[in-house]
DNA sequence: GAAATATAGTTGACACTATCAACCTCATGG
DNA sequence: CCATGAGGTTGATAGTGTCAACTATATTTC
């Protein structure tokens, strides 16, 4: 038992990769928060996602969402459409400048990475991923899917 | 080369670990943000503890930190002294309410911890914090010494 | 099929977190 | 002494997290 902590070691990462890749972002001149980012992914993954599906993978606050997703579509870079199964609900499609930023953004969400996992065996990051996803599903309940996560990078 | 994603469970798991924190300490009618408990247990931690050590710990903007300190002081739970060796700057204690806040919270960490590991070897707990750290240490460049956290639980 | 209930999304409000710039005070090295 | 830098404070602003109240549509249940 020896108690190491975690909860310095997953501040300290995560504000050392937030910042990190905040700094890539803006230093391609690109102004779009984390947050932002992580809808559109979250758009171009999934066929048909609504906000909904958003708020379930991010479990983010639905409020918080809306507002971000009203921004995306402001900047152009999503379009809302009638969701033809739920007239309370849209569909949300990337535009092309949408899928291009996206592009771009993965990029430099690549690049942060390779510099984070520098110097490790791909199989110690592979396990990194696996123990995180444990970890956060003992603390949500729910296992919350997550199925090989593709090009969710 | 699997490439799994890092970023969206990182993302999922800072998250659920912070809100089931946050909801633990809100149910003990304790009114106090992560990262005022961040500087608490920074405190508890090092002798002669100055602000400065906290930013450099947490890597927080010192503007953040100036402002989170005094708020700790103006609720009770730590007091500033002059710093003998440097009159810029002061040393920070608990006091006996900080203390007593601190050994709550604790319990309440190690709670959360134990929710979040459940099922899981010790073995991979720790190999895990080793990894977080280690990623940690590749992004901010500086390894910043974690010398066996002991307490930093 | 009408009423009750639940779900998708919106809006308002507010606390917490992150970051930058300007500034003051004191330390340190030439 | 003076220049430069470090420790800390203050102000400003953007981003994030959360709650509550609300609209509109869907679903359940009697």
Redesign the pocket.
């Given at each position: 038992m020896q108690n190491l902590s975690l909860s310095e070691p997953l501040?300290r990462l995560?504000?050392a990769y937030?910042?990190g890749l905040?700094?890539a972002i803006?230093e391609s001149q690109i102004?779009?928060?984390?947050?932002?980012?992580r809808a559109l992914k979250r758009i171009n993954a999934v066929t048909d996602c609504?906000?909904?599906?958003?708020?379930q993978h991010?479990?983010?606050?639905?409020?918080?969402?809306?507002?971000?997703?009203?921004?995306l579509q402001a900047n152009g870079l999503i379009i809302?459409s009638d969701?033809p199964?739920?007239?309370?609900?849209?569909?949300?499609k990337l535009t092309p400048a949408g899928d291009q930023m996206l592009e771009q953004i993965q990029t430099l969400e690549k690049e942060t990475t390779a510099l984070m996992t520098k110097g490790m065996k791909q199989t110690d990051v592979d396990l990194f991923i696996r123990l995180a996803n444990t970890l956060a599903d003992n603390l949500s309940g729910g296992p919350l899917e997550h199925p090989i996560q593709q090009e969710d990078a």
């Open positions: 501040h995560t504000h937030k910042s905040r700094r803006r102004t779009l928060p984390i947050t932002h980012i609504t906000a909904h599906s958003i708020v991010t479990q983010r606050d639905k409020a918080q969402i809306t507002r971000v997703l009203n921004e809302k969701n199964n739920d007239r309370r609900s849209q569909l949300l």
